[in-house]
């Protein structure tokens, strides 16, 4: 059965939003930080990937792949986190800056990702035999969605919490966007090779471990030395 009309529309989109998103942050990423060129790469870098993730959703939900439709929700959360963080910076001095729809989109993401680990390890032909993906992405999605609930409660102890949240989360969005990359260009040729939806992850997680602890470095006061 062929797709309809407006699936292939869905897909064109999808493309040229994903295509966008990978030219976008890169340029978001070299930019002086907190810049005008940054914050506007930054923007709409969000949107293709907003785009990119309810194009994916609709066209998982219609064929229906179960996988890609929880997937998509939880690799959308990042860059969502990413940029609500913004605008939680206050968030520190115990000020409310959390809204309703940060809750609905923490809860969302976390039963989504549940979700996908459960049906990974119970039935995995649910999630189109891609159990190990299935798990990990399930197991990262609910960490993600859990740590933000967890800083909705407990104000962050540090003035740079947003900082840290906003890279990471950019820089997991991404991860994912080259996740689906993969896949789609390579995984046709390496049919079962399920390591190929986590291999992307395996490098992101290191960098953005390492990128996290270099600003925290930086960002963390230098004791003068004593005056004699």
Same mark, same amino acid.
């Given at each position: 059965?062929?797709?309809?009309?407006?699936?292939?529309?869905?897909?064109?989109?999808? $493309? /040229? =939003?994903?295509?966008?998103?990978?030219?976008? #942050?890169? &340029? +978001? !990423?070299?930019? *002086?930080?907190?810049?005008?060129?940054?914050?506007?790469?930054?923007?709409?870098?969000?949107?293709?990937?907003?785009?990119?993730?309810?194009?994916?959703?609709?066209?998982?939900?219609?064929?229906?792949?179960?996988?890609?439709?929880?997937?998509?929700?939880?690799?959308?959360?990042?860059?969502?986190?990413?940029?609500?963080?913004?605008?939680?910076?206050?968030?520190?001095?115990?000020?409310?800056?959390?809204?309703?729809?940060?809750? $609905? /989109? =923490?809860?969302?993401?976390?039963?989504?990702? #549940?979700? &996908? +680990? !459960?049906?990974? *390890?119970?039935?995995?032909?649910?999630?189109?035999?891609?159990?190990?993906?299935?798990?990990?992405?399930?197991?990262?999605?609910?960490?993600?969605?859990?740590?933000?609930?967890?800083?909705?409660?407990?104000?962050?102890?540090?003035?740079?919490?947003?900082?840290?949240?906003?890279?990471?989360?950019?820089?997991?969005?991404?991860?994912?966007?080259?996740?689906?990359?993969?896949?789609?260009?390579?995984?046709?040729?390496?049919?079962?090779?399920?390591?190929?939806?986590?291999?992307?992850?395996?490098?992101?997680?290191?960098?953005?471990? *390492?990128?996290?602890?270099?600003?925290?470095?930086?960002?963390?006061?230098?004791?003068?030395?004593?005056?004699?």
């Amino acid at each position: 059965m062929r797709d309809p009309l407006w699936m292939h529309a869905f897909l064109a989109v999808h $493309i /040229a =939003a994903g295509s966008g998103a990978f030219v976008l #942050a890169p &340029l +978001a !990423l070299v930019t *002086a930080k907190g810049g005008k060129a940054h914050r506007l790469w930054g923007k709409i870098y969000f949107w293709c990937m907003t785009v990119v993730a309810c194009t994916a959703l609709v066209m998982a939900l219609y064929r229906p792949v179960l996988f890609l439709a929880l997937v998509a929700i939880f690799s959308f959360y990042s860059a969502f986190v990413a940029y609500r963080v913004l605008g939680q910076k206050a968030a520190w001095k115990g000020e409310p800056v959390v809204k309703p729809l940060d809750w $609905i /989109a =923490a809860v969302v993401c976390f039963l989504a990702s #549940a979700a &996908l +680990a !459960l049906l990974g *390890a119970v039935k995995p032909v649910l999630v189109q035999n891609l159990a190990i993906p299935a798990i990990v992405f399930g197991v990262i999605g609910m960490r993600i969605a859990g740590t933000a609930v967890w800083n909705f409660t407990h104000p962050p102890k540090t003035k740079m919490f947003w900082w840290y949240a906003h890279l990471q989360g950019m820089i997991g969005s991404y991860v994912a966007a080259w996740t689906a990359f993969c896949v789609v260009t390579i995984g046709p040729r390496l049919h079962g090779a399920w390591w190929l939806w986590v291999l992307p992850t395996a490098i992101g997680v290191p960098a953005i471990i *390492a990128t996290t602890a270099y600003y925290k470095r930086k960002f963390t006061p230098r004791l003068k030395p004593a005056v004699p």
